[in-house]
């Protein structure tokens, strides 16, 4: 908390010294048009303003102006000049990064006139949209209540997964397989980048209160230059200004308890098989010996009242200077019995069993004068839970629940089912994400004016209550279900990012309108995660600046763009290029292979391995769009660009070490002290002991969208859009490195796996749209997306790289393969003249016997190529190991392991309906008439749940597609207006999964597509003895009903 | 053929029963009684049923000249799975057997809404002997439950036979019954001609394609595929029309 005041204070003083007088580049939208007189001559001279934002123009000789900056929302627009009726246009849109365009026609007057006012038209179609965008507005998020959370509102956009995974148009998931970057969508608040890409595939972090949402947009078809590092899309949130009235926000839901599961309760399910004796009084009546606690008993998880509160107020700090606070906590019933029962449904509804949870934003927005806008603000989510719960903090922490006798739950085949409440064996961890920002927007001219963010965002991961040693599990009478034990384990991870971004804007001529800046993000982040899996099997993963644990790797980011969006008379060109600087900073390993050398085997071993500077990524990325209308009422576009990713830093920097042994006391002091912590570990082996990679590119995606917006009848307005996107050099963990120890002759040398560029990706898509706004007391959203497509790897780029030290290297003294303990600490000891004899006869022999073989034959062949490291270029050697090192490097193609494609099918519907407030009969209840004010909700959605190999009977495999899921909310309310309509009060109901859908998740996908069979087969014993152990798999929850209060001024 | 007896019959006595008057109020609310007939399309024919019968009725709100619209509801019932002809191969022999107790059918209750958009001269709408072509284009839920049941485990090692060292397939072996059941969004779109009778009793010949999301799961045992994600049928359908009274 210290940390953020200093920081927020920092920001305060950046300001003031960068001030001297608002619209982030990005966050706000453009206002242009033309004032005439009524024979279409132009007003030179003639005032456009912006009710309530103090922004305005003047029109020049041809009648144009032009209002930058403007904040998104619904404006009245105000056109003056002497001599002339004034006119105001009310509902005008303003979208960010969106031309409005709004024309005047004023009419002479010799006399006052009053004021003409005339609505807005809304414009059929954004006619500069050169690409596949989407907005929502906080009059659309307000009218759909519906959907809960700011990340759920973002999935309903077309082309965006509905699952929540962080995902465009079939892209990948932060972290994936095949690419392990921080995500393929970037995510900015405020113009300010919720930086992801060093959470070793966290999802990215989206906490935004919905009630303070005033507008979202979703970019799927491709990206302005100013934004980089993802290769899908950008989604882009704007928070509200605080107000110059008070006003405040508040709701509260309440979920009735009951069983939020298919099939039978925990304690009675057929999973359990013949194990539950209900009714056996031994057995129910059983206590553990070691502390007399009764072991099985049932949690009454099923009879929980679940609580939601989320709220915000706002109002003026003075008459330049107003305030917004928001905070929002729940306290829900688990769906099953977890090792605490209660917690809270994260931004993308998956549930977390949480001790406390909080999430909030607060802000203060200065007007300090007509050019000058300054935002400070910050965003926050706090949540403590017992280790072994964890979803959203970084990958496999969960792992450390699912074993037996840590956290009650459904692992370990459901043996878990009767711990302790309120408990873990590995203790408590809290995750905090923190993000203070500073956003400053001055108008240097009424045509240019630039953007300022500050800002800091960290995560901290921290683990608490940690047991001393990890105890052997524990288990009833019958050796079935397991009872409490400790287990050691624990995970600290504490990730900032400091981030400048400076965005200078300026309408150059009436057709160009530049944009250029840049972006640098200064990382800094340590993550050590251990696991005593059992008494003696423990694991250590962390990534620290060479290979010391808890010292932060600081990598830098610097990227720099210009773009230009040239509007000229019938068609709109969005040109843009940028340049992105990634330098790692801390140094790299040589070669992850001495990770497996017998002189540097163990994670404080390996700190003194040869290591090498980092390489800096140097990139451009170019992209280009245009659109042109049709008719009025349609417009088509055309966009192509290249966009790129960066690795996440975890997997860059990441270390994998195990042992199945304890550390040994150096110092004989009957303890592990620091110095001698982890001292037993050994590189894990094979998978992804990674131990930092330096030999890759970022990867790369080529992405392409024709689309057309047809305005086709009144307010309806339809989208289409076909995309291909090429995605090539993607990461996967594939090849890999070896270290020869020649006092080993006959070992098979473990190897380690690192990053590499030989993934690839393939999409091709169609996505549909049609939207029509709130007219006419009801509203329709409908969003389908079809994308095929095909990943793999393979062909090209893969290679091992195996290294042999020779005789001299053995001579040196650079090579020993025991230690001896003098004084507390280890020292290697030197090998003797003879070892030094036959290991070094070995060395020489082994390198000699290398073949040389080149070629490709039959397409999958391989070359073997032998030189020194200095021949190969091993960077971080010395002279001495560059001649005295050997590479046998291996290339090969392994041929195109492509996953055989598959469709993948995605669509929601939203629709709303609501009835005017002076509708039906005079029957008032509270003083609103009984059938006025009611909104009707509606919310189905549809997702393909993924895809199989099938080989049928007489031909080869193939790819199949599993079945659909599709669910349907409803939501009901009705509104009581007060105060002569200064606020109202809101009752509503909410049905989730309104038809009780049923879809399959886990099922025999084989038998499923030869017999249609989703349960086990008729003559499966378990099957038959106790019913469907998978009785509960299904994707939908039961029909759950939601009811509340919410109530706003 | 049963079927079309019915819809034959049905128009007869809705053309004896035209009376002859005329009016052109149309902001007003009428019924709508349907019986159709239904030809399941693509995957769903090819694989699972080739017909049924469709009936409903909706309410009717005639909003201006031009359009009207229509709430309704139908319900229909394919009893003629294929799969209950289909065979399967044992592995055991690789013989063909068939499943004698099997037994396919799908109901789907739907609840739509239609917007009917009027074609041509409007002129003498609601007059006899007045014809209306429109277009007609909607959406709705339909509930559909697909049952299987009564089929022979394919998978099965089968049952001893004495002196023999090859198993017989045990008949009595059967898969539990399947149901796949789901409130399925659908839309649909079509066109039709509207013959008054008098000037608030209708005729309506309609044609109407529907598109359901949702799947049937396969059973390539028996040779037949999956259907994901669009269920398709096409409607051929008669209806009568009753109008309030346009005299207002």
């Known amino acids: ?456 965002y960290s995560t901290v991961d921290d683990t608490s209550e940690i047991a001393a040693r990890t105890s052997d599990v524990r288990t009833d009478a019958d050796g079935w279900f397991a009872v409490d034990r400790e ?76 773009q230009d969006k040239m509007e000229f008379e019938g068609m709109v060109i969005n040109a843009g290029l940028r340049l992105d600087l990634f330098d790692p900073v801390s140094k790299f390993p040589a070669s992850g292979a001495y990770a497996f050398s017998p002189m540097y085997n163990s994670p404080l071993r390996f700190q003194n391995a040869p290591h090498r500077e980092p390489v800096v990524f140097k990139n451009l990325s170019p992209r280009v769009g245009v659109s042109h209308p049709i008719t009025a009422r349609s417009s088509m576009h055309y966009f192509a660009g290249l966009f790129l990713a960066y690795p996440d830093i975890y997997y860059l920097f990441n270390g994998d070490w195990r042992t199945s042994g304890p550390d040994q006391d150096w110092n004989g002091n009957g303890a592990i002290d620091p110095g001698e912590r982890y001292n037993a570990m050994r590189p894990s082996y094979p998978i992804r002991s990674g131990q930092g990679t330096t030999e890759i590119r970022p990867e790369k995606t080529v992405s392409m969208e024709v689309g057309a917006d047809w305005n086709f009848v009144q307010d309806y307005t339809g989208a289409i859009a076909v995309y291909y996107k090429s995605a090539k050099d993607q990461y996967h963990y594939h090849s890999d490195v070896r270290f020869y120890a020649p006092h080993r002759p006959g070992w098979v040398h473990p190897y380690a796996r690192i990053l590499h560029n030989n993934g690839f990706e393939e999409q091709r898509g169609l996505e549909f749209s049609l939207r029509k706004p ?28 195996f290294l042999y030290p020779d005789s001299m290297y053995i001579a040196s003294g650079r090579y020993w393969y025991e230690y001896r303990v003098e004084n507390g600490v280890e020292v290697p000891v030197p090998l003797t003249v003879e070892q030094i004899r036959e290991i070094g006869h070995t060395a020489n022999n082994a390198i000699k016997s290398i073949a040389r073989r080149d070629g490709n034959p039959g397409g999958r062949g391989y070359e073997q190529t032998r030189m020194t490291a200095r021949e190969y270029g091993l960077i971080g050697l010395d002279d001495f190991e560059l001649d005295h090192i050997h590479v046998w490097a291996r290339g090969y193609q392994t041929g195109l392991n492509a996953d055989g494609g598959n469709i993948r099918n995605q669509g929601s519907v939203q629709f709303l309906y609501l009835t005017p407030g002076d509708y039906g009969p005079d029957f008032k209840v509270f003083g609103s008439k009984f059938l006025a004010n009611w909104r009707v909700n509606l919310l189905w959605r549809m997702q393909n749940t993924g895809s199989f190999w099938y080989t049928p009977p007489n031909s080869g495999r193939e790819r199949r597609l599993r079945p659909i899921r599709t669910w349907t909310d409803i939501a009901i309310e009705k509104r009581f207006p007060f105060g002569l309509g200064r606020g109202d009060v809101s009752l509503f109901l909410e049905v989730r999964n309104l038809f009780n859908q049923k879809d399959d998740s886990s099922f025999n996908t084989t038998d499923w597509t030869n017999w249609g069979l989703h349960t086990a087969r008729p003559d499966n014993s378990h099957f038959l003895l106790y019913g469907d152990t998978a009785d509960r798999s299904f994707y939908n929850h039961p029909r759950r009903t939601e009811m509340g209060l919410r109530i706003q001024f | 053929m049963g079927t079309w007896r019915v819809l034959a019959v049905a128009g007869l006595l809705v053309a004896l029963l035209a009376p002859d008057s005329g009016a052109r109020e149309f902001d007003r609310i009428g019924g709508r009684m349907l019986l159709g007939y239904n030809l399941p399309v693509m995957g769903l024919r090819t694989n699972w049923y080739t017909q049924a019968v469709r009936w409903g009725g909706s309410v009717v709100y005639n909003r201006n000249i031009n359009n009207a619209i229509e709430f309704e509801y139908h319900r229909l019932e394919y009893n003629d799975g294929k799969i209950e002809n289909q065979t399967f191969t044992w592995n055991e022999d690789s013989k063909d057997y068939s499943s004698p107790e099997s037994d396919a059918s799908m109901r789907i209750n739907s609840v739509l809404c239609n917007m009917v958009f009027r074609l041509g001269d409007k002129s003498r709408l609601f007059y006899n002997q007045a014809t209306s072509p429109y277009v007609v284009a909607g959406g709705g839920f339909h509930s559909y439950s697909n049952r299987v049941s009564g089929l022979i485990y394919p998978g099965q090692k089968g049952i001893a036979v004495e002196g023999s060292e090859q198993n017989m397939l045990d008949p009595s072996v059967v898969l539990e019954p399947v149901v796949e059941s789901r409130w399925a969004l659908g839309a649909h779109f079509g066109f039709g001609v509207e013959r008054f009778m008098s000037n608030n009793f209708s005729l309506d010949f309609r044609v109407q394609h529907n598109f359901l999301v949702g799947t049937l799961g396969p059973r390539e045992a028996w040779g037949i595929k999956g259907v994901m994600p669009l269920l398709q049928m096409l409607d051929l359908e008669v209806a009568v029309k009753f109008y309030e009274s346009g005299e207002k």
């Open chain 1, 1 to 456: 908390m210290k940390k953020c005041v200093l920081f927020l204070g920092f920001l305060s003083l950046c300001t003031a010294l960068a001030l001297s007088g608002s619209a982030w580049a990005g966050t706000t939208g453009k206002i242009v048009g033309k004032v005439l007189d009524q024979n279409g001559e132009a007003l030179p001279g003639a005032n456009v303003v912006i009710e309530g934002l103090n922004l305005g123009s003047t029109a020049d000789a041809e009648g144009f102006y032009v209002i930058l900056r403007a904040d998104p929302g619904l404006y009245t627009l105000k056109a003056s000049l002497i001599g002339y009726q004034t006119e105001s246009q009310t509902d005008v849109r303003v979208q960010a990064d969106v031309t409005t365009e709004v024309d005047f026609t004023l009419q002479e007057a010799t006399l006052e006139l009053g004021e003409m006012v005339v609505k807005a038209e809304r414009p059929p179609v954004e006619v500069d949209k050169t690409f596949s965008k989407y907005i929502v507005g906080a009059d659309e998020i307000e009218q759909l209540p519906i959907v809960r959370t700011t990340s759920e509102m973002i999935t309903l956009q077309p082309g965006v997964h509905l699952d929540g995974s962080d995902r465009m148009r079939g892209s990948n998931r932060p972290g994936e397989w095949r690419s392990r970057t921080g995500g393929d969508v970037a995510y900015y608040v405020d113009g300010v980048k919720i930086v992801n890409s060093d959470g070793a595939g966290s999802h990215n972090w989206k906490a935004i209160n919905r009630s303070t949402v005033q507008e979202i947009s979703v970019v799927t078809g491709g990206m302005n230059a100013e934004y980089g590092n993802a290769q899908a899309g950008v989604v882009s949130i704007i928070t509200k200004d605080g107000s110059q009235n008070f006003h405040g926000w508040a709701e509260y839901r309440r979920t009735p308890p009951g069983q939020k599961h298919w099939g039978a309760n925990i304690y009675e399910s057929p999973m359990h098989l013949d194990k539950m004796k209900w009714g056996e009084g031994e057995w129910q009546n059983e206590r553990d010996p070691e502390t007399g606690r009764l072991v099985h008993q049932r949690a009454d998880y099923d009879e929980i009242t679940g609580h939601e509160v989320e709220g915000n107020v706002s109002g003026p700090l003075s008459k330049s200077a107003s305030f917004i606070v928001s905070g929002k906590t729940a306290r829900k019933a688990p769906v099953y019995p977890s090792g605490t029962e209660r917690g809270y449904y994260d931004d993308i509804g998956r549930f977390v069993p949480s001790l406390n949870n909080y999430q909030g934003s607060y802000s203060v927005t200065v007007r300090a004068s007509e050019n000058v806008k300054m935002k400070i603000g910050g965003l926050f989510e706090y949540n403590k839970k017992f280790i072994g719960t964890d979803r959203d903090s970084w990958r496999n922490e969960r792992s450390a629940g699912t074993s037996s006798g840590v956290i009650r739950g459904l692992y370990d085949s459901g043996k878990n089912i009767f711990l302790p409440e309120d408990w873990s064996a590995a203790g408590k961890m809290s995750t905090n994400h923190n993000m203070q920002y500073l956003a400053v927007t001055h108008s240097l001219s009424p045509r240019t004016f630039y953007d300022l963010r500050i800002s800091r």
């Open chain 1, 487 to 562: 287990v050691r384990h624990y995970q600290v991870a504490d990730r900032k990012r400091y981030q400048v971004k400076l965005d200078l804007a300026s309408q150059i001529t009436k057709g160009h309108f530049v944009k250029a800046g840049f972006e640098f993000i200064k990382y800094s982040m340590f993550l050590t995660r251990y696991t005593g899996e059992s008494a003696q099997a423990r694991r250590l993963e962390f990534a620290g600046a060479q290979g010391v644990i808890g010292d932060p790797v600081k990598p830098q980011h610097l990227a720099i763009y210009a």
């Open chain 1, 774 to 801: 709130l007219s006419h007391n009801f509203a329709i959203n409908l969003a389908y997306n079809m994308t095929w497509a095909q990943a793999g790897w393979g062909n090209f780029d893969a290679w091992f790289n």
